[in-house]
């Protein structure tokens, strides 16, 4: 019995982080494909209303995931998105925040790889999205929600002809053609950070063409 339990355990040392790392995956896909069918959603809704429809990726601490803070929106992540219908009468939300798993989120500490949150440099000035705040994109104003925790966010806006508001860069970043599709964003475990030398291993993008509101998808495993 005792030689039993023994080879169990040896089993089950190498069954574990390979189960692990299958579970990662899955939560990333998961996420990575829930938030791209929300924002084709919202340009669907865009065109059929006829009202341009925001999309807002809210950063947040969460206080399951280690070194996050709910009390302060600069110690958290983006974890989160909702979309609102643009009315005459004012701005009408489509539904709940929708929230990521807590294991993944959306890269914001560079914008090598998420964009839509940093800003693109072209020609030594930032090229920034639309703040849902009003404020600078390098100087986001915490804002505090209904249940008192503070949260900051970036937006964006498809307009009713499915294009969006995002600026349409005229130039590559390394000063060639064109770079209509600079616009994207990166998930990936928070686990797995960026290095100096590159994406983490495994991560999910999704690129907004801010001439046709065009989403494209793209994982890497």
Not at 43 to 70: K, M, W
Not at 71 to 94: C, R, W
Not at 98 to 119: A, C, Q
């Amino acid at each position: 019995m005792v030689m039993v339990l023994a080879i169990i355990l040896v089993i089950a040392s190498f069954a574990i982080p390979s189960t692990t790392g299958i579970l990662k995956g899955s939560r990333l896909t998961e996420a990575g494909q829930l938030l791209t069918d929300q924002i084709v959603l919202s340009r669907q809704i865009s065109l059929s209303t006829n009202h341009p429809v925001e999309v807002r990726f809210y950063c947040y601490g969460d206080p399951e995931v280690p070194g996050e803070n709910a009390e302060s929106a600069d110690s958290g992540n983006y974890h989160g998105m909702q979309a609102f219908e643009i009315k005459e009468s004012g701005t009408v939300p489509l539904g709940a925040v929708m929230r990521l798993p807590t294991s993944v989120v959306i890269d914001k500490d560079t914008s090598t790889y998420s964009t839509l949150l940093k800003g693109v440099e072209v020609g030594g000035a930032t090229l920034s999205p639309v703040k849902s705040t009003g404020a600078a994109l390098g100087n986001p104003i915490p804002r505090v929600g209904s249940n008192g925790k503070a949260y900051k966010s970036v937006s964006f806006r498809f307009l009713p002809d499915g294009s969006t508001d995002l600026p349409k860069l005229d130039t590559r970043l390394d000063g060639s053609g064109s770079a209509a599709a600079a616009w994207f964003l990166t998930l990936h475990d928070v686990t797995d950070q960026p290095t100096a030398g590159g994406a983490p291993k495994d991560f999910f993008t999704i690129q907004v063409d801010p001439l046709n509101g065009n989403i494209h998808s793209y994982r890497r495993q």
